[in-house]
């Protein structure tokens, strides 16, 4: 079983409109709601891959109920999120239906109160017995200690369970000198950390820092991976156009899988990319393609890359 | 005690952000909700008042539970919302920080079935003996028919129930037909009524097409009435600044408020009028100042307005 926490989860909202125009009224031609916060994600697509997910972090009000009863639509997930006090965010995605961009309001989130906190640590240690891989994933609700992720990386070490880690700024920072076992920022998340524009340099002063290896996720020029096993370049086989909306938590959900299941770098890679790609290529933003992806897999470039000079 | 319908009640989202940039990202820093739609504005008002109120119309989904709960919170309001299968709207008003200025997005509501449409006008006409005055407010949800305000109008005047419609477009087109003893459009939807963009004349063609009374809502200009008893012109005694959010609906409240005390149109006037400008001047949107209101009631001016050349 492979557990995916998300501390921050949401009730992803999209909203179609004929034109955004700041200060004027819009009517909303559509809305679509559905369970989100990377690990939630990140949960979806594993489950869709076949993989048994339990997701942890925090739920509460009528916006963490709308969030369980989307999840329970979801075969092979198992909700173990725990109550707080607080109410679950909202995170409203505008597309403009002139234009196609889309404009992100997203709400930061309940305030998670110490007993919460403390009532969650122990929850997420009586989890790990059983587990073959944990993802920690995405940004901290106020109340939670900076220090958060820090803590659950040890905790997973300890408990002999492998630990990747997809968040951003000082929570990044904190929980690599923790040593996971992975960490996936991107390109931004990763000179943010190190200070460097330069991916490979980036890449492995992040390693110096305590990450076992990192995979950078780099766009279009997909993915980074330097490891204690060896550098890969993996990318797909063409460019690919459409939504990338999810396609960072898709190529997650690739490397946790391949994490789980004791893969080899470069099948990890090519699963993490071929997903990521078909995210892409979904007509249903953070969805995947089932068929782009096993069109794709055996299509992913995976090249040795040589040391940094 | 005094019954309003809002037949597509809301969740009200207000969220301040640090400048609105179309897309691209936004962190939300403060969240505020509240039970919304106009008749649930009018009731709260009318609460504060001091007048017993009930609402009805409809609620579903988490939302709509949301919207009940924020409701059991005002004292003086009874909750006679009828249950639908599909959820509540939300409206977002996106407040942006450096400019003051909103930007709003605005569900459409739950689609409500023919049955659940012949469950409320039962309902409805279960509640109208011993109402004083009722106030039919808003747009309609998808689903309800848009004579639907023709034939509550109706009902009301079989039950001998003064009635008052806030609406617009075709929905106000049909039910001006039904005679209710009051309309309070604002110019835009009298202007969209008749054709006329002069308020005098286009406000006794809206009494001509059906309406016993006619209270226009000008903006800075204050209100023009045109009723069986006179005709009057009422304006705060000075321009008033502020946030005009919510001030339609406070001057219904006023309006209905003197329609079920039968107090005559000078002073029903003057209520609506001071209620308004309570409102535009309350730093909390939609909230209207006791201190502001109480000090404007005496200094509102009416003025009899001439006939028409």
Redesign the interface.
């Known amino acids: 079983m492979i557990l995916t926490v998300t501390l921050n989860t949401a009730l992803d909202i999209t909203?179609r409109?004929p034109g955004?125009?700041?200060?004027?009224?819009?009517?909303?031609?559509e809305?679509t709601e559905r369970p989100g916060g990377k690990g939630l994600n990140v949960a979806r697509v594993l489950a869709a891959l076949g993989h048994e997910v339990t997701v942890t972090g925090f739920t509460g009000?009528?916006?963490g109920?709308?969030v369980q009863d989307g999840l329970t639509a979801v075969s092979g997930v198992v909700d173990a999120l725990l109550p707080v006090g607080g109410a679950t965010r909202?995170t409203?995605a505008?597309v403009?239906d002139r234009?196609g961009?889309?404009?992100?309001?997203?709400?930061?989130g309940p305030t998670v109160t110490p007993a919460e906190w403390n009532a969650f640590q122990e929850a997420y240690e009586d989890l790990l017995p059983g587990v073959s891989a944990v993802a920690l994933c995405g940004s901290l609700p106020p109340g939670v200690p900076v220090g958060a992720y820090a803590g659950l990386v040890r905790t997973a070490r300890t408990a002999g369970v492998p630990v990747l880690l997809d968040t951003s700024g000082e929570p990044l920072r904190r929980a690599v000198a923790a040593r996971p076992d992975l960490i996936k920022p991107n390109a931004d998340e990763l000179a943010e950390l190190t200070g460097s524009h330069e991916p490979l340099r980036a890449t492995q002063d992040a390693r110096r820092r305590g990450a076992r290896s990192v995979v950078a996720s780099l766009g279009a020029e997909g993915l980074l991976a330097v490891t204690p096993e060896g550098r890969w370049r993996a990318a797909p086989p063409a460019r690919v156009r459409g939504n990338p909306t999810g396609a960072g938590d898709s190529a997650v959900a690739g490397l946790l899988s391949g994490l789980a299941e004791k893969l080899p770098w470069p099948d990890r890679l090519s699963r993490a990319v071929a997903l990521s790609a078909a995210t892409v290529l979904s007509p249903v933003a953070g969805e995947y393609d089932h068929r782009a992806y096993e069109e794709l897999l055996g299509r992913v470039e995976v090249r040795t890359e040589a040391s940094a000079a």
Chains 1, 2 share one sequence.
């Open positions: 909203y409109v955004l125009r700041p200060h004027s009224s819009h009517r909303v031609t809305v009000g009528p916006t109920r709308a909202r409203i505008v403009d234009t961009d889309t404009t992100q309001l997203n709400e930061p």
